[in-house]
């Protein structure tokens, strides 16, 4: 059984990881060319290549304050329209939720002078828990967004199947959440 993570993007991160949580496939994925829709169809056709039917898989959700809404909406949509037409299905997780599963809370510092973490900070701040968390780093934040993603998936499943959940209290709340249908 493969767990995958997808975090869909002008670049899309693609993470494939087995039960254990090793990792089977990890890529980013960017489509042909520089012009759309020529390169969202070719990073769509891609990303379905890799995508099997028995596959668990987790989306990252819409990121509302992107500055590449529109781009990324289109990919979010394109991929999960490739999904539905397959008939696979897959969980929507929060961007918040997938930084909450790794402890990231979006803010700095102690209480009466915390400062918000925004773009470079934020993705630092990802990239130093995923590596504290499960002693995994990639070159690109896409990539370490979509293991996290797969990580969730296998958790997700994992309570689904057992009916517990033993993670991190943060953790079991994501997939608490997710279980219970609001992202």
Not at 16 to 43: C, F, Q, S, Y
Not at 78 to 95: F, Q, S, T, W
């Amino acid at each position: 059984m493969r767990f995958i993570g997808i975090d869909p993007s002008t670049k899309t991160g693609f993470v494939a990881i087995n039960e254990h949580g090793e990792i089977l496939k990890e890529k980013e994925i960017t489509g042909i060319g520089t012009v759309d829709p020529k390169r969202m169809r070719t990073m769509i056709i891609d990303l379905m290549a890799h995508i099997q039917k028995e596959d668990v898989i987790a989306i990252e959700g819409f990121g509302y304050a992107s500055q590449q809404a529109v781009q990324n909406g289109g990919i979010g949509w394109g991929v999960r329209m490739a999904l539905d037409a397959r008939k696979i299905n897959y969980i929507e997780v929060a961007p918040n939720s997938l930084k909450k599963y790794i402890g990231v809370t979006g803010w700095i510092g102690e209480a009466g002078s915390k400062k918000r973490l925004t773009g470079p900070g934020k993705k630092k701040a990802v990239k130093k828990a995923v590596m504290e968390h499960f002693n995994y780093s990639h070159k690109s934040d896409n990539v370490i967004d979509a293991y996290v993603l797969a990580q969730i998936a296998l958790s997700h499943f994992v309570v689904q199947e057992t009916n517990s959940i033993n993670l991190i209290n943060y953790q079991a709340q994501v997939i608490d959440t997710i279980l219970k249908g609001a992202i």
